[in-house]
C-alpha cells in the first residue's frame, strides 16, 4: 500500500507534526510537496491524502490529485485545505460552477465558494455533528464530537447548496464552520473534513478512527 501525503511541510506548525506522528503509524507513507514533481504522478498509488497548508505551491498539482481519485476510484482524504479544494474541484467538475473561486487566493472573488468564516478557528475546538447515513458516521459514530481546527476559511452557503444538487452528499457540520465534511456516495472513499483529525496522535500514539479507516 502506497499513500501520498500531498502537501507543503512546515514543522512550525502544530498540525503538522501532528501529521508527522499520524504518517508515522502508517505504513509507506510519505509527505510529498505540491511542487515536488513526484506529486504529479499518481500511477500506482492507493490513496492520497491532501494535507492542511494552504495555499499550496502548486495549487495545480493539488486539483489534479484530487481529480485523479474522483476519476479512477483511489482513496481520497482531504482535511482542513485538502476539505478546501476538494469542495473548489467539485464544485467546477460536477456543479458546473467553472470560476469556483477560494478566497484566500482569490480574494476579489465576487461570490467565492471557499470564503472567510464568520469566526476564525485557528487553534480551536467546534462541536462536529455527522449526517446520518454518512460514510463519516459510520466510520466515527452518529454522536457529535469535538473536532480541532485550524482555519480561517470554509464552504459557502450557496457552495454547499451546488454541491448537494450535483450529488455530493454533506457528511457533518458544526457552529460557526458551516458544512464540515462532505463525501461522495458513488465512490469507494471519498471524504474531506474542515477538522483535523489528526491532532492528538503524538499523545495517543494511535490513529483516529477517520485515518484508520482512509488507509485500511
Do not use: N
Amino acid at each position: 500500500m502506497r499513500i501520498v501525503a500531498l502537501g507543503d511541510r512546515d514543522t512550525q506548525f502544530l498540525t503538522h507534526r501532528e501529521l508527522d506522528a499520524a504518517l508515522a503509524l502508517l505504513p509507506d507513507a510519505d509527505w510529498v510537496a505540491t511542487d515536488d514533481p513526484a506529486a504529479r504522478d499518481l500511477h500506482g498509488v492507493d490513496g492520497v491524502w491532501l494535507l492542511p497548508g494552504t495555499p499550496y505551491r502548486d495549487e495545480a498539482t493539488a486539483f489534479g490529485a484530487i481529480r485523479h481519485c474522483v476519476a479512477t476510484g483511489t482513496r481520497f482524504l482531504g482535511t482542513c485545505g485538502g476539505f478546501q479544494y476538494a469542495c473548489l474541484a467539485l464544485a467546477r467538475d460536477r456543479a458546473g460552477l467553472a470560476s469556483a473561486a477560494h478566497a484566500e487566493s482569490d480574494p476579489e472573488a465576487p461570490d467565492p465558494v471557499v470564503e472567510p468564516l464568520a469566526c476564525t478557528l485557528y487553534g480551536e475546538t467546534r462541536t462536529v455533528t455527522p449526517v446520518l447515513g454518512t460514510k463519516l458516521a459510520a466510520i466515527c459514530g452518529t454522536e457529535p464530537f469535538e473536532g480541532f481546527h485550524w482555519c480561517g476559511y470554509g464552504l459557502s452557503a450557496q457552495g454547499a447548496r451546488a454541491l448537494q444538487a450535483a450529488g455530493v452528499m454533506v457528511a457533518a457540520t458544526a457552529p460557526d464552520a458551516g458544512v464540515e465534511a462532505i463525501e461522495l456516495p458513488d465512490h469507494p472513499f471519498f471524504l474531506a473534513t474542515a477538522f483535523q483529525p489528526q491532532v492528538g496522535v503524538s499523545e495517543t500514539g494511535s490513529l483516529p478512527a477517520l485515518v484508520a479507516a482512509f488507509a485500511d
